[in-house]
């Protein structure tokens, strides 16, 4: 009688092998790709937000009664607007800024030593010399020109995110069609539940995001407008936009426009009051506000999100920790739907019956 043979293992450890392969190259590319595949990934997620927005003004009794189509032009062109505004905001506000780093850095000397009075000790008579010697030594107007030219290279990035989230807007109403015909049977229908999954999740997720985000900054251009804040608008624009990052968004979004309150007034009483209302707002929104609007539409596991936001951030920067959830988000509804990569959908879900049933 034969002895049945054990069963080689080499087929697994191929398809280990191939996966890890896989993920190295998909990295590489990302990272050499960044420059053409970054403005592609913000225009397809900004087509999220214009669709959602498109599909909520079919409730408003008029504006409902219009042809779809007619609709996504308005979102669309109030897309544009917005975004060329921003833009204008941003520029403008840098010649300001670098124009008032002079009195920034004089008022900051001045609490300095104010501060170094009221403690009881005796100012330096040659204070000046002191200063220049250290504080003095971080040189802001070109830490803010290193800044603002960061922010400038963007501009080309933000024109091809337009321009490729309109030809998206044209092109989405026959993508489904042409899925159709180059994935026919059941390979078709499962890309169609996948792309309605992605749709539902990440288009709510980022309709609802951006919703809160403009809540919040409407609420901190209110709190610094209040107090003479300069460039309150850029400020409330800057916290709105940070908010999408998990975590430490909140946190950046607030040190800066503290740090400008500070150098702006040299007073820390003017600027303990500004910091407790920003952080109010921002804890009244990620306690409250945020966790009763979003629920769970993306579900994933916190230490999920922290991993996703460091491994994004360390791909393609600020933008790549913008992205960090939506584009997380996507890869575990593609997994979840996949019978051979549910159990990993299954390990990076907040709720684990979600993906596994891979419905929304």
């Given at each position: 009688?034969?002895?049945?043979?054990?069963r080689t293992q080499t087929p697994r450890l191929q398809t280990i092998v191939h996966a890890?392969?896989?993920v190295v190259m998909v990295g590489y590319l990302l990272v050499i790709g960044q420059s053409l595949l970054l403005p592609i990934f913000v225009a397809v997620i900004?087509?999220?937000v214009l669709v959602s927005a498109s599909n909520s003004l079919g409730n408003i009794p008029v504006i409902g009664q219009l042809p779809a189509w007619a609709r996504r032009s308005i979102v669309l062109l109030a897309f544009v607007l917005a975004v060329v505004a921003l833009t204008g905001v941003v520029?403008?506000?840098g010649g300001q800024l670098l124009a008032e780093i002079p009195t920034y850095q004089a008022n900051l000397e001045q609490l300095a030593e104010r501060l170094i009075a009221t403690a009881g000790f005796?100012?330096?008579?040659?204070?000046?010399?002191?200063w220049e010697a250290t504080i003095g030594q971080i040189n802001l107007q070109s830490v803010a020109t290193t800044a603002l030219g960061s922010l400038g290279s963007l501009a080309?990035?933000?024109f091809l995110v337009v321009i490729y989230a309109m030809f998206l807007m044209g092109e989405r109403g026959g993508f489904a069609h042409k899925v159709a015909i180059a994935l026919p049977g059941e390979g078709g229908v499962q890309a169609q539940s996948i792309i309605s999954d992605i749709n539902t999740r990440i288009g709510d997720y980022l309709a609802v995001k951006t919703?809160?985000?403009?809540?919040?900054a409407s609420i901190s251009y209110v709190v610094m407008w209040a107090f003479g804040v300069d460039f309150a608008l850029f400020w409330a624009i800057f916290i709105g936009l940070l908010n999408y990052i998990p975590y430490v968004g909140s946190l950046i979004g607030v040190v800066?426009?503290?740090?400008l309150t500070l150098a702006q007034f040299g007073s820390l009483q003017t600027t303990a009051f500004v910091l407790a209302l920003l952080a109010g707002a921002q804890l009244w929104v990620g306690n409250f506000l945020e966790p009763k609007m979003i629920g769970k539409r993306v579900n994933l596991s916190p230490f999920v999100v922290l991993v996703s936001l460091t491994l994004w951030t360390s791909l393609w920067g600020v933008a790549g920790s913008i992205l960090a959830i939506p584009l997380t988000s996507i890869l575990a509804i593609i997994l979840g739907h996949v019978p051979a990569t549910r159990p990993i959908a299954v390990f990076l879900a907040d709720d684990p019956d979600q993906p596994a049933r891979g419905t929304p």
């Open positions: 009688m034969t002895t049945p043979q054990p890890i392969l896989l900004s087509v999220y520029i403008s506000t005796e100012v330096p008579e040659d204070w000046s010399g002191v080309g990035v933000i919703l809160i985000n403009v809540i919040l800066f426009p503290v740090a």
